[in-house]
């Protein structure tokens, strides 16, 4: 049961004091902080982050119960709320002085709700009436009024990773209206109208804060709606209704996530999965929006695994011992904060989300949608290569249909990172003037499984094996390699080197001959040479590769190398002929081929052509001392005699 978990909580928590020893605990999402307040005489407070590296800890003085408490990005001012009409602001700017001043909201007979601080120097306040957008101005202990807009509030929801905050308004709050922030800035989106839920007359239902979270996913972003089904009518359960809001354009209802149950639930937001829980079956569930139909308005979703909870968690104990107690999960005191944070107040601790991808392996057995599934995760590549070793071995060779499918899912990631890659090469290349400098070099994700991590993980080590068929294990090779030649990706040397390593393995030279006659095999040099090398085993293999080097064009030096060594001298010398070079090519290398085959007459005509080619290009047919050619020389002197070398032409 173990391996099911596919959701866990991170090791490494934040620990805080927790509810038993203090008043209050808030949490901060756009600095992702918990803060932990004491109140009695002075208030003490205590902020821990992930990403800090030890606690900030301070005193204030005590002015009432802190209703909200938040530091500015980086930790440079710190904003407190402690009444409906104002916000106290303390700098903790190094040389700054460490004094407080404070501000009220500027709108007559309004309460504020909240704030939410938009950059290091930028706050907004939300009132009932309406919202305040001010620039801090730490040096003059001000506020600086950047922008305001009325409208009435019912609550409010900010989601810092864009700058976008929500407001609910109208008498059932249904009714959301976005406002985007940046430099300064303040910006009036499109209102949208959230659909409740039908309910019998004269019953009245308005959108609680509760049921909604904002969030990015797939690098958009959307607001999702719990939509808890009324008693009255025959639905299979609640659903999560997703809302596209994009930066420019109408709000859009584009995702349905039926949950197929009702209660209590939460939602987080995971390596771009919905994840959905469920307190009083302590389960959770997880969404992918991308695997759906396409061109459909509204997509309707089923979960993509079967419900299972978190994997169970062990709170270790303080003391001398090493003991543990399991922490309750689905707490009724956790509180879930967008995007992947959940945090036990009474028992102090905050957890990232996580999703585990090796369990998913074994619960989702349609391996096309398994690998649509792991392709958009963080860190898939592990697991793929896994999943195609899986595939290969045992009881799935009558499959080669999925495994086609498999690798061709793959090939279209790997071809279109290489495109990406090769249109920024493009833009590179053409210069400062057309390269834009928001033109980022693509990221190589987890999800590019090139030839080399296919060849190294999965297919040098199926090509091995003793059990499987060798008409399998070449099936298998020659689909990949029909995969990347349909993605029009050029096909890696090693890969063919497999595909002849086993014909030769298992004597099936008739399918190598065919395989090379056809050019199912694509030419290259080093294939050539493995051909070369096979010619003991396989004598029509030195043709073959020689064929293939001329194909290549480019060859010409391996061609040479290749009759030489095989001491047809004349026929390397017949082929540099052919090709234009023998005015260049180095007459040394030729004799010392042409001595190895101690064949006299075979030396003298070698020696003749170099002779004349010397007289018809300098005019003088000895060899220059460059050409390092004084041993031929005595070598011809000695067997011919010195009378039988050609004379210098008349002047």
Excluded at 413 to 431: D, F, M, N, R
Excluded at 608 to 626: D, H, I, K, S, T
Aim: hydrophobic share 40%; net charge neutral.
């Amino acid at each position: 049961m173990d391996q099911e978990y596919y959701l866990e909580l991170s090791e490494n928590p934040v620990q805080f004091e927790n509810a038993s020893s203090v008043n209050n605990v808030f949490f901060d999402e756009a600095n992702k902080q918990v803060f932990a307040v004491r109140s009695g005489g002075a208030t003490g407070v205590v902020v821990k982050g992930p990403e800090d590296k030890s606690p900030i800890a301070f005193r204030m003085d005590d002015k009432g119960e802190v209703k909200c408490i938040k530091f500015s990005l980086g930790n440079k001012i710190l904003a407190v709320q402690r009444t409906p009409k104002s916000v106290d602001f303390t700098n903790f700017i190094p040389d700054f002085p460490h004094l407080e001043f404070s501000h009220e909201c500027k709108t007559k007979n309004a309460n504020v709700l909240g704030f939410c601080w938009t950059n290091w120097n930028e706050i907004v306040f939300v009132t009932d009436q309406g919202i305040e957008y001010y620039q801090v101005l730490p040096d003059k202990r001000s506020l600086k009024m950047l922008k305001s807009q009325s409208i009435n509030v019912n609550w409010y929801i900010y989601c810092p990773e864009t700058a976008v905050l929500l407001l609910s308004t109208t008498v059932q709050g249904n009714v959301l209206q976005p406002f985007a922030f940046k430099n300064g800035t303040m910006s009036k989106m499109p209102k949208f109208e959230i659909e409740l839920p039908m309910v019998p007359k004269p019953a009245k239902i308005s959108l609680s804060e509760r049921d909604i979270a904002v969030s990015t996913i797939y690098g958009q972003l959307y607001v999702m709606y719990l939509k808890h089904q009324s008693r009255s009518t025959n639905s299979s359960g609640a659903e999560v209704v997703l809302y596209h809001l994009p930066r420019e354009g109408a709000c859009k209802k584009t995702h349905i996530l039926k949950l197929n149950t009702t209660g209590k639930f939460a939602l987080n937001v995971v390596d771009n999965l919905v994840v959905v829980h469920h307190q009083s079956s302590q389960t959770s569930i997880i969404f992918d929006i991308k695997l759906r139909e396409p061109d459909c308005a509204v997509n309707v979703h089923q979960p993509v695994l079967p419900a299972r909870s978190i994997h169970p968690y062990k709170i270790p104990l303080t003391g001398p011992t090493a003991a543990s107690v399991p922490c309750e999960l689905y707490s009724s005191s956790w509180s879930v904060f967008q995007p992947d944070i959940i945090i036990s107040a009474s028992e102090g601790y905050l957890w990232y989300l996580q999703v585990k991808l090796q369990p998913t392996v074994n619960l989702l057995q349609d391996k096309g949608k398994l690998m649509d599934f792991l392709l958009r995760r963080r860190d898939c590549k592990m697991v793929i290569l896994s999943v195609c070793s899986q595939m290969l071995d045992g009881g799935e060779k009558g499959n080669l249909p999925v495994i086609a499918t498999v690798f061709d899912k793959l090939n279209q990631v790997y071809k279109e990172y290489l495109e990406a890659e090769q249109a920024y090469t493009v833009a590179l290349e053409s210069g400062p003037s057309r390269f834009s400098s928001s033109y980022k070099r693509p990221v190589r994700t987890q999800a590019v499984i090139d030839q080399s991590d296919m060849y190294t993980h999965v297919l040098s080590a199926f090509t091995e094996k003793k059990d499987v068929s060798h008409k399998f294990i070449i099936a298998v090779v020659m689909e990949y390699i029909r995969s990347l030649n349909q993605f029009q990706i050029t096909v890696q040397h090693y890969l063919y080197e497999l595909v002849i390593k086993t014909l030769v393995q298992h004597n099936l030279f008739y399918m190598l001959h065919q395989f090379l006659q056809y050019h199912v095999l694509s030419d290259s040099k080093p294939l050539a040479c493995l051909l070369l090398s096979l010619e003991s085993t396989y004598p029509p293999a030195h043709q073959l590769s020689l064929d293939m080097l001329k194909r290549l064009s480019t060859a010409n030096d391996e061609i040479v190398e290749v009759l030489l060594s095989k001491q047809q001298v004349l026929g390397a010398l017949r082929f540099v002929r052919s090709v234009g070079g023998h005015d260049n090519v180095s007459a040394r290398k030729f004799l010392d081929a042409a001595r190895q085959t101690e064949d006299t007459m075979l030396f003298y005509t070698i020696f003749r052509f170099f002779e004349q080619r010397n007289l018809r290009l300098r005019g003088n047919p000895a060899f220059n001392p460059g050409e390092h050619c004084e041993e031929h020389n005595s070598y011809f002197k000695e067997v011919f005699g010195e009378q039988t070398l050609m004379k210098s032409a008349a002047v």
